[in-house]
């Protein structure tokens, strides 16, 4: 009897995906805002994100969105350099606090409106040049990182740029939940949704990330 063929790999290192608390329902993250554990707000905007716009890397004009935009800090940044920019969030006092900070510092062309990703309007399909991405696919379950990845590359115009900064660490548990450079490259590359143009561990992290961080400008295939 032959002996049987060892079993394929996965195209990426598995992510255990082990759930410390829920994640799934706006009213878990709203829990987590009303509690004050929301660490993964630094208070202002994402420093990589401020280096890659006084590069040139990610030029204005266009309509920019920040998924899982929290407080708003990202989004205010990018309206100042002259972004047409809205941030989403599912969190309501995410959301409200995004809007009381815009108007405290009178942030001009800074939406926010409360959404799930996973349910975008139709109104969302390819209306966005820029899509900047911090701690959203990290607090999604693994399981559904296919379903974020096609949210969007649906939210993007074709040639449009979805600017991430992946959460490179093998995490057993979260959110927040680790990847892969492989991973990402599966689910996002891959996958045809996007073609990867440049990625680099960016130097300008906060010191809590230094090192965790996988910078990479993915875009959207023209049509």
Request: charged share 25%; proline share 11%.
């Amino acid at each position: 009897m032959s002996p049987r063929p060892p079993a394929p790999r996965p195209p990426f290192p598995a992510v255990a995906g082990r759930v410390s608390r829920p994640v799934d329902r706006a009213s878990d993250w709203e829990a987590m805002y009303r509690a004050g554990e929301d660490r993964w707000d630094i208070g202002g905007p994402s420093p990589p994100l401020v280096a890659a716009l006084g590069r040139g890397e990610v030029r204005p004009p266009g309509r920019a969105l920040v998924p899982g935009c929290g407080r708003g800090h990202d989004v205010r940044l990018l309206a100042e350099r002259g972004f047409d920019a809205l941030g989403v969030d599912f969190a309501p006092r995410a959301v409200a606090g995004a809007r009381a900070l815009a108007r405290a510092v009178g942030a001009r062309g800074a939406r926010f409106e409360r959404r799930d990703l996973f349910r975008l309007p139709r109104t969302f399909d390819g209306a966005f040049d820029l899509v900047f991405e911090q701690t959203s696919f990290c607090a999604v379950h693994p399981d559904r990182r296919d379903a974020w990845a096609r949210a969007m590359h649906r939210a993007l115009r074709p040639g449009g740029l979805l600017l991430a900064l992946f959460l490179v660490h093998p995490y057993e548990e979260g959110p927040p939940f680790g990847t892969s450079r492989a991973e990402v490259r599966h689910r996002f590359v891959a996958s045809g949704l996007f073609r990867l143009e440049a990625a680099r561990v960016p130097a300008e992290s906060t010191p809590a990330r230094q090192g965790k961080e996988w910078m990479a400008f993915l875009r959207r295939p023209p049509a």
